[in-house]
């Protein structure tokens, strides 16, 4: 898809661009309704195209991580590469919104060995690409100082494995289905429960241009519904949930750089 073959697709691209034109203000408003907080890892190449929508993110109150610049699959990258990547994402953010990220979502799910080392040379503080727990960890440092600190989410909390569909390229492979909405919903709200009775982290994968169509929002309504019934729930964006593990183990943000 990186390779220019679907520059003039102009399905393909419209499938991508609903997102920030049409669902990203569904979804603000969504979450103002339930007073909720998140983190938006956003490709810079959207943020150069559809800057008011990544501001009114902003203006909201929520997080804005790196997730690439035009959605790289980082495992296929070099190092050089994926250091291009993120000075190329942190000059964009920079200039067009003011801001610089410290959390960090691979586009494609999954990384190379040194990926999580690159990262923390970066300056990134915290990452949620991997899926090894329902509790934030460190990965693995050689130096004495603490590894990027990772918070995990979990494919089954993706809105892609359930509600994703692209005919032409098929992405992900082999998708060619639309779940029920109120099993997408029992699904969700039983996987939250759970978490929330065992005292795990839960994090989540939401696309706006998946899951914030107007149906869909009715899903979201429920699972939110779902949260807001508990009084000890801690919703947080996750440069808190990062900052909260460094408190509980002695370490500051600025021990990881």
Not at 120 to 139: E, L, Q, T
Not at 147 to 159: F, H, K, N, S, Y
Request: aromatic content about 14%; hydrophobic content about 40%; overall charge negative.
């Amino acid at each position: 898809m990186l390779d220019g073959s679907l520059r003039d697709n102009l399905r393909y691209f419209t499938e991508g661009a609903y997102g920030p034109w049409r669902a990203v203000p569904r979804l603000l408003g969504l979450l103002e309704d339930y007073s909720l907080a998140a983190t938006f890892f956003i490709p810079t190449w959207v943020v150069e195209h559809w800057p008011a929508r990544c501001e009114a993110i902003l203006r909201a109150g929520h997080e804005i991580a790196y997730h690439g610049h035009r959605h790289e699959v980082f495992i296929d990258c070099t190092l050089d590469q994926q250091l291009e990547i993120m000075h190329r994402s942190a000059t964009v953010f920079k200039e067009r919104l003011g801001t610089a990220p410290v959390g960090f979502r691979t586009p494609s799910g999954d990384w190379s060995p040194q990926t999580a080392a690159l990262l923390r040379d970066f300056g990134v503080v915290y990452s949620s690409s991997m899926r090894g727990d329902d509790r934030p960890y460190f990965h693995p440092s050689p130096d004495g100082k603490p590894g990027l600190v990772e918070i995990p989410a979990r494919w089954d909390i993706d809105d892609y494995t359930a509600l994703a569909y692209f005919e032409d390229p098929d992405f992900p492979a082999g998708l060619d289905r639309i779940s029920d909405f109120r099993v997408v919903e029992r699904n969700w709200r039983a996987e939250f429960e759970g978490f929330h009775r065992d005292g795990l982290c839960w994090t989540t994968i939401f696309h706006p241009k998946v899951s914030a169509k107007p149906g869909r929002l009715t899903i979201l309504r429920g699972l939110f519904e779902a949260i807001r019934a508990h009084d000890d729930v801690w919703i947080a964006r996750c440069h808190e949930v990062a900052q909260w593990w460094l408190d509980q183990h002695g370490f500051s943000a600025q021990a990881i750089a």
